[in-house]
């Protein structure tokens, strides 16, 4: 759900969220970007070294709807991955020194309110959030967020500042 291209290497991280037992994990892949096309030349994170087999992997966090987004900060000198913690309303950024880990536990950058005034039979679905390091004004200072609310189906957009 989210390619980076790594800083200094020649590797595409691909960034994938599977559900097991009820619980979202990210798992990560990397590929050559001449063979990002093949996936039988995937290499798999098993959470020390790299893999061929898929069944090795392990996954890198948790708590994530299937959308994602990471990119390389200049700002803090470091990955940043964006992302709704689950459905919760929350919307939490993660930092580490490789695309790969340590990843480090969410850190809530924005908070939704979730008072809709409708009567809805269903949990007010808030998802999708993720960072479009693309549209920074600043190295990464000043991040640009999107998220998604169900019942409207829009972006809403969220400038955050680091200090």
């Not at 969220?17 to 009820?22: H, K, Q, R, Y």
């Not at 979202?24 to 893999?51: I, P």
């Not at 960072?131 to 004004?137: A, D, G």
Request: charged share 20%; with cysteine; glycine share 6%.
């Amino acid at each position: 759900t989210a390619f980076l291209r790594g800083v200094g290497d020649e590797f595409i991280y691909l960034y994938g969220s599977i559900n097991e037992s009820g619980q979202q994990n990210c798992y990560l892949a990397r590929s050559s970007a001449a063979d990002l096309t093949n996936v039988d030349r995937y290499e798999y994170f098993t959470g020390r070294s790299w893999s061929k087999r898929i069944e090795d992997a392990a996954h890198i966090f948790s708590y994530m709807p299937s959308e994602l987004s990471v990119s390389f900060s200049a700002h803090l000198g470091a990955y940043l991955a964006v992302h709704s913690l689950n459905l919760t309303g929350r919307i939490v950024a993660r930092t580490a020194p490789q695309p790969w880990g340590p990843w480090s536990e969410p850190v809530t950058l924005w908070t939704v309110n979730k008072s809709d005034p409708r009567m809805l039979p269903y949990p007010q679905l808030i998802y999708a959030a993720k960072e479009h390091p693309e549209l920074s004004p600043d190295g990464g200072k000043t991040i640009l967020l999107t998220y998604i609310e169900f019942e409207e189906y829009f972006p809403h957009g969220i400038e955050i500042t680091f200090e």
